[in-house]
């Protein structure tokens, strides 16, 4: 998550306003109803891993078994008997 300076963005009554409450420490504002983003959706890396998973079952239905799939990947055997048997 980046960090925006409220002064950057906000009028300055505004920012007079929460300083009221807060000061000098973060504040989360949460998007609106329908308008919030899924985990890794903004940065992509939802989806790398969705490519990444399908990269490791059809790895292992080419024949490699899942304790080289976790030492390729640096995954636990685990982890990756999990991605192979995901529907």
């Keep these: 998550m980046k ?3 409220a ?3 906000l009028p300055d009554v505004l920012v007079e306003e929460l300083q009221k409450y807060v000061q000098a420490g973060y504040i989360y504002v949460p998007a609106k109803g329908g ?3 899924s985990w890794g959706e903004m940065s992509g890396y939802r989806e790398e ?3 990444r998973n399908q990269r490791i079952a059809a790895e292992y239905r080419q024949g490699s078994s899942a304790e080289e799939l976790a030492d390729r990947y640096c995954l636990s055997v685990y982890a990756i008997r999990k991605i192979i048997y995901q529907k």
């Design 49 to 51: 891993l969705r490519q």
């Design 7 to 9: 002064n950057a963005i």
């Design 35 to 37: 308008q919030h983003k």
């Design 3 to 5: 960090y925006i300076n």
